[in-house]
């Protein structure tokens, strides 16, 4: 049986935290993905058609780092990647990373998506607010941590309604093999079937942790979509973490993370698309023993890991607050 971990949280995995950090006057955040100790088995998988990213190099399946000290998902386009620079820093002087004899050197990767148009002053000169912003989200890394208008989903939009940051876990009882999502959504398509306040994600939802409305009165056509917002190359994305507590090496990773992006597809329509850069990293704790050749049981993984990346997308809109002229879901649809 398939339930929510305790928090319905990424951190329900043991051994991992999350912290948020925001510029309220910029319109914008950061959310750090972070080990309590060590490295974990990372891999990453992007989808999107204008992404951007930093360091995903050392995480392909032949690269010879051990492992990510923490992952960082960011507003703030191609500025926002200087909070790996903030978590970079706070992780040194924290003493985690690789051991070269000089200072520890964290091995680290991030995503950002495109939140410049929300409203809020990026008249900044010289630094830019992200660096600072990425060593606050690690200071307050903890096991519990804000959902919605929060973290790097604080400026996103989810196609005509304000985005946010998701999370939600699922844990298989009978195995105690464990999955978390954390998912700053800011699509271009929408979250919600076409004039309605139905979330495509209604069949993955356990209990009421989006509204619990069920299914739609009526399905639409399948060339039924709901309007976009005004599309540019570049101006949307959807990033996010999947973790497990599972033991796996980098190639049963990244197909983990590959699967997932099947959660932004069941979630958002259109996903994937030219004008979002969608990526997802993978996680593994290696806490509970499991064979990573086996492609039964990788397979079983993957699909706990779509079906929780999808309610954790409802989940970020459902619990976004207005802070500009977009209105939330509960501003347009009601709490449900």
């Avoid at 924290?94 to 929300?118: E, K, Q």
């Amino acid at each position: 049986m398939i339930k929510p971990g305790p928090r319905n949280l990424i951190t329900d995995i043991p051994g991992l935290l999350v912290g948020n950090a925001e510029d309220m006057a910029v319109r914008t955040g950061v959310t750090a993905i972070l080990p309590e100790s060590g490295a974990l088995v990372a891999a990453v998988d992007v989808r999107g058609g204008a992404s951007g990213t930093r360091n995903t190099a050392a995480l392909e399946t032949s690269d010879m780092a051990t492992g990510a000290h923490g992952i960082v998902l960011s507003g703030g386009s191609e500025f926002g990647l200087a909070a790996a620079d903030g978590m970079v820093e706070w992780l040194s002087g924290h003493g985690r990373g690789l051991d070269l004899g000089v200072r520890p050197i964290p091995v680290t990767a991030a995503a950002i998506l495109f939140d410049l148009r929300n409203g809020g002053d990026k008249s900044w000169t010289g630094e830019s607010p992200y660096r600072r912003l990425g060593i606050a989200a690690c200071e307050a890394a903890g096991p519990d941590f804000a959902l919605g208008t929060a973290g790097a989903g604080y400026g996103a939009q989810a196609g005509q309604l304000k985005g946010g940051l998701g999370s939600a876990s699922a844990v298989d009882g009978d195995t105690g093999l464990m999955v978390g999502a954390v998912v700053a959504v800011n699509c271009v398509g929408s979250v919600t079937l076409p004039k309605s306040p139905v979330f495509w994600a209604w069949p993955f939802e356990i209990g009421a942790e989006f509204g619990g409305l069920g299914p739609p009165t009526e399905r639409p056509t399948d060339g039924d979509l709901a309007p976009f917002r005004e599309a540019k190359i570049g101006a949307n994305t959807t990033i996010g973490v999947i973790a497990t507590n599972a033991k796996l090496n980098r190639q049963a990773a990244r197909r983990i993370a590959i699967m997932a992006q099947d959660g932004f597809a069941r979630a958002m329509r259109p996903a994937h698309t030219p004008f979002d850069g969608d990526t997802v990293f993978t996680l593994a704790t290696g806490a509970i023993p499991f064979d990573p050749e086996a492609p039964m049981g990788v397979a079983w993984l993957g699909a706990m890991a779509a079906d929780c990346m999808a309610r954790a997308v409802a989940r970020g809109v459902y619990e976004a607050r207005a802070i500009n002229d977009v209105p939330s879901y509960k501003d347009r649809f009601g709490p449900g």
